[in-house]
């Protein structure tokens, strides 16, 4: 009997939960269930912003392939998404060929060579809040221009000069900006006059921002023309390199002409492991996403969610008990792995995860000061993005891509146009003692010259017996990896559709503070009493992710999830 009512609440539940996905995804389209939920045959691409999601079809409508496009979408999203998209930034790929084929490219900044562990601590061993946060110092070695040439050498089809003019025409027409834009440009408008007293295309001198209005970036379309005609020599030597060199000394930055020379991207050997049967392909370190997530799901696959129920208390105990120990893991053993041995094997052993769970008791939260102490980067940004492609063949691409924080660094090289990262923050500013939030820096993540800052980005591809399945990933700092595990959960274990999965609420845990993050109506209020019973403390917040995400069904068509918690879009031919 309790069993029959408890799968009626789970079954009203899930009907109640699907009305508010179809409604979120029509507040994002305007057309009930159209676009987002359309299936395609031929090609999707699911981005932050309408334009770049545009430019990205119609590479492949030109005969591009997934990697085609997702150059092409790297660089409009740089133009017409600045406070993530970026040519200042860096990020990861994770590549699935039609054949079967699978790569990953890391394209993180690094610190510059003449970086040092306490660069960012005054002279009593204090870290100085902003300084790793704003200005030129916070900037680390940009990795996007090289990361899309490797890629595009590598994999591409079309050539670079076809790919890189989507971009360079919306620099140089304009494009209108969003209502969300407006109010953030109006927002940083003097922040972004104190960085850049010499003006920027982001400040409107005139008038204040309004939805819609045009915003025409010359400066950046030149250097995009320069990447275009001479590949990575257009950003890393000649006029752009000299630009930068020029705001370094502007601002007491310390990336040199030889440290844009010598960047490279690196090809890692993805992350791979199952779950329910599922082959999941993922980004390796320097990001910690990969193996975090396969540690969220090897903890969590002994047990039926299904049968707990979508955002139970029950599913909520376990996926919290799984985060708590899986975060705790993550700030002790995770690091650039050109510095650090990273513990990878033993980490994504599923035996090695089945024991951090032992101690989960049903009865009681565990606290997070009983499990193994490490540490976390507690001030992560969240203002990253993520884009998800495929192909008419089947080739499939999932790139996340940052300045770290909102408009990064919020400094415009000045001639050239872009805006350089704040990456540096991603770094331990003081590891072995706790930070502005009481937590612990690791010494895995220290800073060194030439080292790249530990990341969460997760950009993922799941298969599907040998077939592609998914591509999925998000921007939203720590909330990344346990953002892209509920949204794959909510496709294997809850039956969802890629837009359902993607729009449902989420929370997170994260080990230190030793709270649950629960998104508005996320959980009911009955689930939030039995939970704190047990010792849980919900803390509510705002957004949670942006998932952009690409679903294959079973017919062999792609269905597309496009997070209604920001402007963006799904499109498909
Ligand atoms: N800057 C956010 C991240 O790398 O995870």
Redesign the pocket.
Known sequence: MQKTIKHLINWKKNIAYALIAISLSGCVTGQLGKNNSDEYKNGMVVSAHPEASQVGVEILKKGGNAVDAAVAVQFALAVVYPNAGNIGGGGFMVYRGASGEINTLDFREKAAAAASRDMYLDSAGNPIVDKSLYGHLAAGVPGSVDGMVEAHQKYGKLTWEKVLQPAIDLAQNGFKITKRQATELNSLHRKFMDFNPDGTAFVNLEKTWQEGDLLVQKELANTLSLVQEKGRAGFYEGAVADSIIAEMKRGKGLITKEDLKTYHSAWRKPITGTYRGYKIITMPPTSSGGIALMQLLQSVEPYSLKKLGHNADSTVQVIVEAERRVYADRATHLGDPDFYTVPQATLIDPAYNKKRMQNFSWAAATPSSEVLAGSVNGS??EE?THFSIVDREGNAVSITT?L?GSYGSLVAVKGAGFLLNN?MD?FSVKPGAPNMYGLVGGEANAIAPNKRML???TPTIVEKDGKLFMVVGTPG?ST?ITSVFQTIINVIDFDMTMQQAVAAKKFHHQWLPDEVYVEKDALDSLTTEKLKAKGYQIAPRGAIGRVDAILKTKWGYYQGGADPRGDDKAIGY
């Open positions: 992560e940004h990253t940052t770290n990456e991603d990341s969460s980005m700092g990344i």
